[in-house]
């Protein structure tokens, strides 16, 4: 199997030492790709909307975000890490997600991410765990992606996994060890299936660029839906 890893931040902090935890189970039976923000990807979106206007090769950043995209198409876990920065993702991670526009359902989303497994690494001092988590598991789901699983953990003495008390760090490793071998023991060659929100999302995005692409069959958005075949009774779940 395939695994990729997106990395919010370059440190190797806390969020760093239980994704090590998580990828332990995984490490012998899958190839494993990391990405490091903001190294991979050092600039920000302008929002030119270049991407869904003209296509993802027309992206000033487009040398950074086709490795990403490519190695996110032939991945079977998608795993995101980031810590809380005041109560969201980090910036370089946001900066990511912005430039990953096109691939939201509303416009080109890629067929197989419907059938993927996504998990979502996060942690804090104090609160904001979950709101980072949030940020990107709403990038995620737009995707297509149903099965998402979220680890948050919550310090409230020290940043550093070191200095952690015994206690904390027992109580963390313990909770992401039972996420992490329950991952493992999956067959990934089996698609994940698509659940009820995403395949409503998907319908209304179909009826929205039904009535696009009869209005201007040369919009860029509605062609892809129409050489999908999603327009008529094909589905991404399906092919």
């Not at 953990?153 to 996420?179: P, Q, S, V």
């Not at 991952?183 to 179909?206: D, G, H, M, Q, T």
């Not at 009535?211 to 092919?239: C, V």
Request: glycine share 6%.
């Amino acid at each position: 199997m395939k695994l990729i890893v997106i990395n919010g931040t370059e440190k190797h902090g806390v969020t760093y030492h239980l994704k090590e935890i998580f990828l332990e189970p995984f490490r012998e039976k899958a190839e494993i790709i990391e990405f490091y923000l903001p190294k991979a990807c050092p600039s920000f979106c302008s929002g030119c909307a270049s991407c869904i206007l003209k296509g993802e090769h027309t992206c000033k950043d487009a040398e950074y975000i086709r490795k990403i995209a490519a190695s996110l198409s032939a991945s079977d876990l998608i795993v995101m890490t980031s810590p809380a920065y005041v109560m969201h993702t980090t910036g370089s991670m946001k900066a990511l997600l912005d430039h990953f526009a096109y691939l939201w359902m509303p416009h080109r989303p890629a067929p197989e991410m419907f059938t993927k497994r996504a998990v979502i690494i996060t942690q804090c001092l104090g609160a904001g765990a979950k709101s980072a988590a949030n940020d990107i598991k709403h990038s995620l789901s737009w995707w297509g992606i149903s099965k998402i699983t979220v680890f948050t953990g919550k310090l409230m003495e020290d940043l550093i996994w070191e200095r952690l008390a015994e206690k904390k760090r027992f109580e963390l490793t313990k909770k992401m060890n039972r996420i992490s071998e329950k991952l493992a023991r999956i067959n990934y060659e089996k698609p994940s299936r698509v659940n009820a929100l995403i395949r409503i999302k998907f319908l209304i995005c179909r009826m929205m660029q039904k009535s696009l692409h009869k209005n201007n069959p040369e919009y860029l958005d509605g062609k892809y839906w129409a050489d999908q075949g999603w327009l008529g009774k094909g589905r991404p779940w399906t092919a």
